[in-house]
């Protein structure tokens, strides 16, 4: 009764930006307009604006003949300056704050937020909160877990998803939020997820899991059923039960679970689709695109996709001609890089991500995540990416398992170690016959520039990964199951460590 009762609340205060958002989606083109003039009249009297000319009045042309696509590294003296304290260097105002990101691969980068690209966060909650009051979630305890991401094994400090909420909606979401008991500083990540265990274990009544990478709460199963008996004896009796079959059955653990919120495609497609078969009892939605630098996308339960935030965010997309587009100039079924303009002050930032057309809803585009467009290994030429790493495994493992491919540079000839829990014979000349199918990785095999793939079988391989890459300085929360792992010095500390475990190598 107490979530229903929340859940009006929540509806009511979500209601007029959904409805907002619901009349921009019948006209995409314009809603664009006034969104890039609302951007451009705060970028044109900062730093940034004013070193290109930029002027308040500026059309979608002139704005586009002014600044040039950019990237992290081209912003990077103007984020210096930010960071010192400095007020309207890339937008009016000063940041409040810098969050940092990485991805699976690059390097840390740190992101301005000001008052208004947290408006964008919390509108895009607005709107997803209230379609899925509307068309999903019939709240009756209203009890929910959001990912909490230790920042840093050896560290208290955690993270929250709604971090960025505030005012009433933070309040009306904080009694029903599932919170664990964090462990104290230089704890592993085992004792971290024991806590995390023991606080979902315990609530018998949970009705929504909203995390980033399905593979959170797949590794996180992996280790309850690991680690059951340890559990056990911490748990009341009634929920210890649910820990003394074999194979623990997920659906009986929260039979009240109407969603899971967590990414869906590239690579996050496999694993939502095994979490999927642990909780059927719920819905599982993808994200969408919901980068640190800005929410591009909203999932829209109506929409049976994701729909760009066209009155937070300009977007422009690119082909691979590197032809320019504008958001209703999409065409179905092609692929597009994003290039984005923020309230932020990332005003045409390559955001790294590469997306299809798959439809319309209303008059806007809706778009699917397809990747990274810079996931790109080269150590001899061979340029192996993400995509082609990943349609590869997709034919050799079973749906279930777990593979990474990464680098190993340091021995003569270098070649690629493919990390998987399934034991499969000769699967190491059927990866390079499958790899062999790209041109240049060919080539360097046919001159012995790369030698033949190695094979590692890890029991708990996904556990291993993801642990080396919290310790390596990732939130647990951020991790993706990558097909390829194109950070060379990664890879190495990687492949360095797992060495070190004396496991065995086929």
Known sequence: MIGAVGAALLRALTATRAERFEQALDECAAVQ???????????????????FGLRSE??????????PPVN??????????ALNGESDILTLGRARHFEPTSGSGGGAKLIPYNGALLAS???????????????TLRPHSGRVFVSVSSRQIGQSK????????????????APFLVTPDLPKAGTDASAFRDELALALLRCSDLEVMSVWSPTYLLVLFAHIQARRAELAVRLPQARRRLLETQAIDWAHVWPQLQLVSCWNEAASSLPSQQLARCLPQARLQGKGLLATEAPVTVPLVRAAGCVPLIDEVFVELEDATGSLYLLHEAQPDRDYALIISTAGGLMRYRLGDCVRVTGRWRDTPLLEFLG??????????????EAQVGAALRTLLPATAYGLLVPEE?????NYCLITDAGIGKLAFALDAALCSGYRYGEAR???QLALPQVVVLSDARRLVHDFLIADGMAAGDIKDAALMHRRERAARLLSQLALKSHGVS
Do not use: M
């Open 33 to 51: 307009r006034r969104t890039l003039a609302r951007l451009v009249r705060a970028t044109a009297l900062s730093e940034y604006g004013r070193h």
């Open 58 to 67: 500026d059309s979608i042309e002139g704005f586009q003949a002014k600044l």
């Open 72 to 81: 992290y590294g081209d912003l990077q003296t103007y984020i210096a300056r």
């Open 121 to 135: 966060f919390r509108s895009l909650f607005a709107i997803w909160a209230n379609d899925l009051l509307q068309n």
């Open 158 to 173: 955690a993270r929250y998803d709604p971090d960025y909420l505030s005012g009433s909606l933070r309040l009306l979401l």
């Open 372 to 385: 990274r467009v810079d996931s790109v290994c080269d150590l001899v030429g061979e340029k192996l990416d």
């Open 410 to 414: 340091a021995k003569v000839p270098a």
């Open 446 to 448: 046919a001159l012995g």
